[in-house]
């Protein structure tokens, strides 16, 4: 007898009690309403927790009344932050946990009250979400099982509750754009999601369950420093991506180029990450017709040079990329001028060459000449400023100009882009002309140095003439005076 009251005891310490034993649970299941029904395939029930867990109430008692008696710690049905507090009672203490045998994470609340979802809900009572906004309050299963309202495959639909709801969002914040859904449906990501692939990112593989931020934020892992290992977290591991016909190198060639060095380098938020080239929620590879208007977004000018030059049309009948074909999508290298011309590094002999394609092989092979031409006319003149400006001669207008010429420079490797040796020329020419009249000013200010070189000899050779005269003729005076004495 004995023995059994202190079994009693411990099954009321933990709270664990079989099903058979929950009166709760009992009696609801008679009355036939939701939450027992619900409750025989939740988690919580498999792990013999008891409605009074977190209704609290004594669940021996079969009397109604006696067991749902605030006496006996019964607190009817949780409301606003009342909920998370409840989960929390287990969910955040570890020990508690531990006593389940669980040893699951235990910072579930903590994340939830310092994301976008813990600020205050627009009634001021409550915040914008309890545990049971995502998970549900009974049923709960493993995030894991196909049933769980956060299961990748269910998680667009829970989010999109509120996101997708415009009168909804619309009395937090106005200006949240509502079109997440709508564009994530037309992904790559999306569209398979749809079909049943649970490994596509969804909502919370980009943007996390607990700890969500803004984008704005700067720890969020979608603010656009975070993004490129955001989606390396997929697609740069071959492991996750098995089975998938895609190459998983998109990371590390991106890091290695010009956007990447840009980005996670120098902080410089300028440069794309691999949202700006695939968009945020509309992720698909930007294809042939709107690569061009991709770059373009930053790179307006010689995205316009290129439409109207003689490779927009050509390019369109071959179905060729617009500016992947010469500089490649992930690892754009800085360019240079080795890029241009006929010499095997450069892009232009892969299609052009004398027998084929004849006149882009002349352009080109000119259009390097140019540019060499320049180059030259531009360093010949930096030496003769610098020369000049180290003998301490009056450059500064000349300087100047030299940083014409280097514009000039600057808007010719722009001007490839229309791919018209005329206008191109045109550009160089502008450079030439200018740097040619550098080099004569430098030339005549090392010469007018050299002049004053000499000038200043000549002085100082009168001078000291003049002042041994002057000796003399004093010591002469002197010597007469004596004499005179
Ligand atoms: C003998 C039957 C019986 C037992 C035992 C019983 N309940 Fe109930 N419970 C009911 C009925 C019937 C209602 C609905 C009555 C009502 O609407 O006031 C109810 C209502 C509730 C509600 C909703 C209260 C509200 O304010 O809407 C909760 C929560 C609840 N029970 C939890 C429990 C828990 C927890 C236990 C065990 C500690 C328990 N019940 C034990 C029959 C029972
Ligand atoms: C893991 C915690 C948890 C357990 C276990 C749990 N509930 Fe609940 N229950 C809640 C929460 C939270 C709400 C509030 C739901 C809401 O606001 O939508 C709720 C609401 C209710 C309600 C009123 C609203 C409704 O959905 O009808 C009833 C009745 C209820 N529970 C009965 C039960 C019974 C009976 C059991 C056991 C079979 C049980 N609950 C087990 C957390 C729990
Ligand atoms: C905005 C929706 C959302 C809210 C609110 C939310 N969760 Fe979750 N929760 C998720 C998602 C999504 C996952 C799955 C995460 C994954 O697979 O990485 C998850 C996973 C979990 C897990 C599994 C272990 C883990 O940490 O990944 C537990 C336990 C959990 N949530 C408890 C809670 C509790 C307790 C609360 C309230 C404090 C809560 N959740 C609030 C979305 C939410
Ligand atoms: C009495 C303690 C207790 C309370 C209260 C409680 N939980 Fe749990 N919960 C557990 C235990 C134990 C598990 C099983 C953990 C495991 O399998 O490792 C669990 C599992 C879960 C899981 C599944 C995690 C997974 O492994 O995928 C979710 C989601 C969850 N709880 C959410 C909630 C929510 C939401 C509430 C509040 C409405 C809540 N829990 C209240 C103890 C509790
Ligand atoms: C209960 C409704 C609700 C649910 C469910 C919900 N959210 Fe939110 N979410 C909001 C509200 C409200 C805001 C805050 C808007 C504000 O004040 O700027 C927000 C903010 C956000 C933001 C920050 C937007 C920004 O840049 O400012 C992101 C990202 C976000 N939610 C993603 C998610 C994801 C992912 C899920 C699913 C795991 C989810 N939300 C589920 C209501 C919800
Ligand atoms: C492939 C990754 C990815 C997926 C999947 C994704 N997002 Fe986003 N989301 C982003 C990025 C990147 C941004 C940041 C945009 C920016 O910098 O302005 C963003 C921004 C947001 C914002 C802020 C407002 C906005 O639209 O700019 C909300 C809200 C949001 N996402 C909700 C969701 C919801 C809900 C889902 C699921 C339907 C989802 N996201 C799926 C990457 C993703
Ligand atoms: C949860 C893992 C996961 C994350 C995170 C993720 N992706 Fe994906 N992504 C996939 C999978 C799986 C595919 C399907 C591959 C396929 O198309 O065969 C895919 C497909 C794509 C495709 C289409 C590829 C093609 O040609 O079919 C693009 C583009 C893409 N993702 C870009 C992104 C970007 C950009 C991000 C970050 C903002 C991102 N993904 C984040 C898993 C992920
Ligand atoms: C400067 C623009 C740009 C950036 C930045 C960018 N991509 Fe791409 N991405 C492209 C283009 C263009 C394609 C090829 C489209 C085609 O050929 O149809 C592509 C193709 C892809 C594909 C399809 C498979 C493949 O490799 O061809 C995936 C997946 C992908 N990108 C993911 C990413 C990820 C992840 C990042 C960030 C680490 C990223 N991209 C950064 C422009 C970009
Ligand atoms: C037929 C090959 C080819 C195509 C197509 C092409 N480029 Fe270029 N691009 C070059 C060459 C060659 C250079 C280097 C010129 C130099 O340094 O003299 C260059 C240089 C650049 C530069 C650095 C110079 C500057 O303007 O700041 C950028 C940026 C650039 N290209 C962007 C683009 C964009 C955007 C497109 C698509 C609209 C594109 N390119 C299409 C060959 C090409
Ligand atoms: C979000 C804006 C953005 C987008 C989109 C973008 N770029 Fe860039 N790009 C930059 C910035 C910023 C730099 C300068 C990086 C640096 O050197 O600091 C750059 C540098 C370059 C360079 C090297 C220029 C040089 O001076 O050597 C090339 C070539 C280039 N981009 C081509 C492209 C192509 C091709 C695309 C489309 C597939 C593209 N970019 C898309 C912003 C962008
Ligand atoms: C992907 C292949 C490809 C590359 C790379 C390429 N071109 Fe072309 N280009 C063409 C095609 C195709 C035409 C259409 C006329 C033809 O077939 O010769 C053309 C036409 C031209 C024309 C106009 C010829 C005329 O008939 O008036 C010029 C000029 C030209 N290219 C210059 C260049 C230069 C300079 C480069 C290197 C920066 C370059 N191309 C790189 C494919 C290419």
Redo the contacts with the bound molecule.
């Keep these: 007898m004995s023995r059994i009251i202190v079994i009693l005891l411990t099954l009321v310490m933990f709270?664990r009690l079989s099903a058979a034993d929950d009166q709760c649970l009992k009696c609801h299941e008679t009355i036939g309403d939701n939450p027992s029904a619900l409750f025989k395939h939740d988690?919580?029930f498999k792990?013999g927790?008891s409605c009074a867990?977190?209704h609290g109430g004594n669940p021996h008692l079969e009397d109604m009344e006696k067991a749902m008696d605030k006496k006996a710690g019964f607190e009817g049905v949780p409301k606003g932050d009342d909920?998370?507090r409840?989960?929390?009672?287990?969910?955040s203490n570890p020990e508690?946990?531990k006593k389940?045998?669980?040893?699951?994470p235990a910072n579930?609340l903590q994340n939830l009250l310092s994301s976008v979802h813990g600020k205050l809900s627009v009634t001021g009572k409550e915040h914008v979400a309890?545990?049971?906004t995502c998970?549900?309050?009974h049923g709960?299963?493993?995030?894991?099982?196909l049933r769980?309202p956060?299961h990748p495959l269910n998680i667009v639909k829970t989010c999109t509750k509120c996101h997708a709801n415009a009168m909804f969002m619309r009395t937090y914040n106005p200006s949240l754009p509502v079109d997440q859904l709508d564009k994530y449906r037309t992904s790559v990501h999306g569209k398979r999601n749809a079909k049943g692939d649970s490994k596509v990112a969804e909502c919370a593989s980009c943007h996390g369950s607990h700890n969500i931020l803004s984008a704005k934020d700067v720890k969020s892992t979608v603010y656009p420093l975070n993004i490129p290992s955001t989606c390396a977290k997929c697609h740069s591991s071959s492991e996750y991506m098995k089975g998938f016909n895609i190459p998983t190198d998109q990371y590390e060639k991106f890091s290695k180029s010009v956007h990447g060095v840009a980005l996670l380098q120098k902080d410089d938020m300028g440069a794309p990450a691999c949202n700006s080239c695939h968009g945020n929620h509309g992720a698909a590879p930007p294809g042939v017709e709107s690569i061009s208007k991709v770059c373009g977004t930053c790179h307006a000018i010689n995205a316009d040079l290129f439409s109207s030059s003689p490779h927009k049309k050509a390019f369109d009948q071959r179905n060729l990329p617009e500016c992947e074909t010469c500089h490649s999508n992930h690892d754009i290298i800085a360019a240079t001028n080795r890029l241009l011309g006929v010499t095997p590094e450069a892009v232009c002999s892969k299609c052009h060459s004398e027998q084929l394609s004849p006149r882009g092989y002349v352009v080109a092979k000119e259009m390097r000449l140019l540019v060499d031409s320049l180059e030259s006319s531009e360093g010949i003149a930096k030496l003769l400023i610098e020369e000049a400006e180290q003998k301490g001669m009056e450059v500064t207008e000349a300087k100047f100009k030299l940083r014409d010429v280097h514009q000039a420079r600057l808007q010719s490797r722009t001007m490839v882009h229309s791919f018209n040796e005329q206008q191109f020329r045109e550009t160089i020419e502008k450079g030439l002309k200018t740097a040619a009249i550098v080099q004569t000013e430098g030339e005549f200010a090392i010469r007018e140095y050299k002049f004053r070189r000499i000038g200043l000899g000549i002085a100082s050779v009168v001078i000291t003439i003049l002042a041994i005269s002057l000796y003399l003729f004093i010591k002469r005076i002197e010597r007469r005076q004596r004499t005179g004495m």
Excluded: E, F, P
């Design positions: 709270n988690i919580h792990r927790i867990d977190c909920i998370s409840v989960c929390a009672g287990c969910h508690q946990m389940y045998g669980s040893s699951l579930q309890q545990c049971i998970h549900g309050a709960i299963v493993s995030v894991k099982d769980s956060v």
